[in-house]
């Protein structure tokens, strides 16, 4: 079963607009990595964030990970057209063996 | 460095047919993961190889097999094709494994099975 959902599961906005992904978990983690899919570049790592911090940013991504409630969200500001894609959380669960666990995605669609 | 390298990029194949695809890991790395991936479904894991050993194996039937090499290049198995694993699959090395490790991706296997 999958340990990461995403929501939604599909998201639509315009160019210049913020785009926010989230990601449920079930089970305690060590870390959570986000990962973007498009057809040009494959699947690609963007961040990862490790279950003792709470905020990690990387140029124009920014990543919460609140264990409490065991979410993350992805926030994607100033969206341009190359961010359209599929964005995907991997958990490494506590207890997994280091086992990556996949969310089905989210599908970003930025129109220009 | 060169990237993750799989072969062939697409393969056509009949039901009943068998089929082994190849990844290339990132020079100095140990560990290669295999995924499925069909539209709507995410990544489901088949397997990890760490320095030539199984060190973790997702819920596919027997037919799904792989191995690691002593130059850490791996290759992955399916015997007895079914329509149902017609799939995008994708290889992922790491310097020591999943856990809290970076997975670099290659660009994926296109499998048909007709």
């Given at each position: 079963s999958q340990q990461g959902?995403?929501?939604?599961?599909?998201?639509?906005?315009?160019?210049?607009?913020?785009?926010?992904?989230?990601?449920?978990?079930?089970?305690s983690i060590n870390n959570l990595q986000w990962y973007r899919q498009n057809s040009g570049r494959g699947l690609v790592h963007l961040i990862l964030i490790r279950s003792n911090e709470r905020e990690k940013h990387s140029?124009?991504?920014?990543?919460?990970?609140?264990?409490?409630?065991?979410?993350?969200?992805l926030l994607?500001?100033?969206?341009?057209?190359a961010d359209t894609a599929s964005y995907?959380?991997?958990?490494?669960?506590?207890?997994?063996?280091?086992?990556?666990?996949?969310?089905?995605g989210t599908k970003l669609i930025i129109k220009p | 460095k060169a990237g993750v390298t799989?072969?062939?990029?697409?393969?056509?194949?009949?039901?009943?047919?068998?089929v082994t695809l190849s990844c290339?890991?990132?020079?100095?790395?140990?560990?290669?993961?295999?995924?499925?991936?069909?539209?709507?479904?995410?990544?489901?894991?088949?397997?990890?190889?760490?320095?030539e050993t199984q060190r973790n194996k997702g819920n596919f039937p027997g037919r799904f097999s792989g191995r690691q090499f002593s130059?850490?290049?791996?290759?992955?198995?399916?015997?007895?094709?079914?329509?149902?694993?017609?799939?995008?699959?994708?290889?992922?090395?790491?310097l020591s494994g999943q856990g809290g490790n970076i997975q670099y991706f290659g660009a994926g296997t296109r499998l048909s099975v007709l």
């Open positions: 959902e995403e929501d939604p599961q599909a998201l639509s906005i315009q160019e210049g607009e913020n785009a926010t992904m989230n990601c449920s978990y079930k089970t140029g124009r991504l920014r990543v919460t990970l609140d264990t409490s409630k065991k979410s993350s969200s994607i500001t100033a969206s341009r057209a995907f959380c991997a958990t490494d669960a506590k207890g997994s063996n280091y086992q990556l666990i996949w969310g089905a | 799989q072969t062939p990029r697409y393969l056509i194949k009949t039901r009943g047919q068998q290339s890991p990132i020079s100095g790395h140990r560990s290669v993961s295999w995924y499925q991936q069909t539209p709507g479904q995410g990544l489901q894991f088949l397997f990890e190889y760490f320095s130059n850490s290049r791996s290759e992955m198995n399916v015997s007895t094709l079914e329509l149902g694993d017609s799939a995008l699959y994708l290889c992922a090395s790491s």
